[in-house]
């Protein structure tokens, strides 16, 4: 017995010994390595890939395995001759709804914009049609847009976010920062009340179209809507809008008596007001009555637009060798030609922006924030000439100019439409500020055709996050593969033009099968060796 202890003991204490031994080696390891003793503290906890906070984000690519910078080879050949640091960068965005940020709910919307329980059933309608919104990259933009079609009256349960981000869970997992182009808050949305379904890998726009369509097929949704990121929307809270943007087409209809009723609509707390969103269920429902071969109904243009699956089953979904620019063109010419209608059609209020309000708090009409906007990439400003007066920032002034509301045309709108309640009209007066500074955003970003998409270069940070990909790069890759999706379409059709139908003779089996009609009989010229048009 007293030799089994003393056994026993002498195991145990080897043990000890053992693991002594070996702390002292793994100490001595990690002081090698330049390793602090707080090592052990920021192992992460795994939890479905998350991490703990001042834990590892992952292996970023300006990172090696072993946690050190990575050193240029000594091989020989010369270091490379790097391009020259930007002179110019856009300013550290802002997350535009604070409220959310901080984790507290969302205030109600007006109550005259609260969508009706199962209001699908009134327009014969067995589902509620789903609104895709992509997203690739600008947080801030994305969230203006979820809210504005939420406070416009648009119930945010049938509202899905497509994060198009390619970096797999990162922004699920909370592993992205605000200035990371492809950062998206999943609590945030939620406390909205939207959905969001992510892509499996990062989609071109064609792309993407076919996997809205994908996802109508799985789900059993014949119609569904889609949304550009970059909209504003509001519903006709005021009645009438008269107002021409610079996205609008020309409204189409199917008689003068159609015509009067979606031009004239009643305001909020008048008898037949209706959102956005009601608005959308009667066009689709109207669309159903009167034709059976439709395939779009635009509200300025594609910035909105309700879909009909069959359609796009027809022509065999979108080219997804085009990726952006001449995709539509290639769409609808082979829809037209195939004899599908696609019209122009009105249902709100719709702004194609490229500035984000400074707090989204305005869309719920708190009247204690006056609506104002910020470019998050403005242009770069002039050096100032010396003995000239200081000029106000373009920006700025038609920020001015849209808060001198002319009180006389708004009192006018106001009396036309008949009285309101009180509180409807202190909201409608707030309204109408919110309508003029959408106005000018949408003029803001078509002021110039140079200037319209710089929105997408205003976050520029995120080195050292999982699937860190440079943005200037990211951005010069997105116009290459613009021009080559033209080319695509000039190559596909033999013709440069986006109409057609309306252009040429072709129907759709010329695909691929015709001559280009740039070229002449004049001699062609010699083909560069290298194969290169």
């Known amino acids: ?50 991490t703990t906070p001042g834990g590892n984000k992952g292996n970023p690519g300006n990172v090696a395995a072993n946690g050190r910078p990575p050193k240029r ?9 790097m391009k020259p640091v930007p002179t110019h960068v856009p300013p550290p965005i802002r997350d535009p709804f604070p409220l959310l940020e901080r984790g507290e709910r969302p205030p109600p919307i007006p109550s005259y914009n609260v969508p009706r329980h199962e209001m699908h059933h009134e327009y014969g309608l067995d589902y509620v049609p789903p609104l895709f919104i992509g997203f690739t990259r600008q947080w801030p933009m994305l969230l203006q847009c979820v809210v504005s079609y939420i406070t416009a009256g648009w119930p945010p349960e049938s509202i899905i976010v497509v994060e198009n981000t390619g970096v797999q869970f990162s922004n699920r997992q909370g592993k992205l920062s605000l200035q990371n182009p492809f950062y998206l808050n999943h609590a945030v949305l939620k406390r909205l009340g939207v959905t969001v379904l992510q892509t499996p890998v990062l989609l071109t726009f064609s792309q993407m179209q076919n996997f809205f369509l994908s996802e109508a097929h799985n789900r ?36 003068d008596d159609e015509k009067h009723d979606i031009m004239n609509p009643p305001a909020a707390g008048k008898k037949g007001y209706r959102t956005i969103y009601e608005n959308a269920l009667r066009e689709l ?58 019209k122009h059609r009105r249902i709100g209020i719709i702004n194609d922006v490229s500035t984000v309000l400074d707090d989204l708090i305005v869309l719920y009409r708190d009247k204690n924030v006056e609506p104002k906007w910020t470019d998050p990439n403005p242009p770069e400003e002039k050096p100032k000439e010396e003995g000239k007066a200081e000029e106000k920032p373009k920006q700025e002034e038609e920020q001015e100019a849209a808060a001198s509301t002319d009180e006389a045309a708004a009192a006018a709108a106001a009396a036309a439409a008949g009285a309101t309640s009180e509180a409807i009209e202190g909201s409608l007066s707030y309204f109408r500020k919110l309508v003029k500074t959408g106005n000018d955003m949408g003029k803001y970003k078509y002021r110039d055709d140079e200037w319209r998409n710089t929105w997408q270069l205003s976050q520029r940070g995120g080195q050292g996050e999982p699937y860190y990909y440079n943005s200037d790069g990211f951005a010069q890759s997105f116009w290459i593969l613009a021009e080559a999706g033209r ?24 695909a691929w099968l015709v001559e280009p009609d740039w070229i002449t009989d004049e001699p062609a010229a010699e083909k560069p060796k290298d194969g290169r048009r």
């Open 73 to 81: 080879p000594n091989n020989g050949h010369p270091a490379p001759k």
């Open 487 to 510: 080319e695509v379409y000039r190559q596909k059709w033999g013709h440069g033009g986006c109409d057609l139908v309306q252009e040429t003779a072709l129907i759709p089996s010329d």
């Open 220 to 255: 059993a949704w014949p119609y569904y809507f889609y949304s550009h990121q970059d909209s504003l929307v509001y519903s006709f809270e005021d009645g009438a809008d008269t107002v021409h943007r610079p996205g609008d087409r020309e409204f189409e209809f199917y008689d």
């Open 285 to 342: 429902n109207t669309t159903l009555d009167r034709e059976d071969h439709w395939a779009f109904r635009w509200f300025q243009y594609d910035h909105l637009t309700l879909v009909n699956r069959e359609a796009m089953d027809a022509v065999g979904g979108w080219d997804n060798l085009m990726p952006y620019y001449g995709s539509d063109c290639d769409m609808n010419a082979r829809l037209a030609m195939d004899g599908w209608t696609m």
């Open 1 to 50: 017995m007293v030799r089994g202890i003393f056994s026993l003991r002498r195991g145990v204490t080897g043990i000890f010994v053992f693991i002594f031994f070996g702390l002292i080696i793994t100490a001595s390891y990690l002081l090698e390595e330049g390793q602090s003793s707080e090592f052990l503290k920021n192992l992460p906890i795994s939890n479905l890939g998350a």
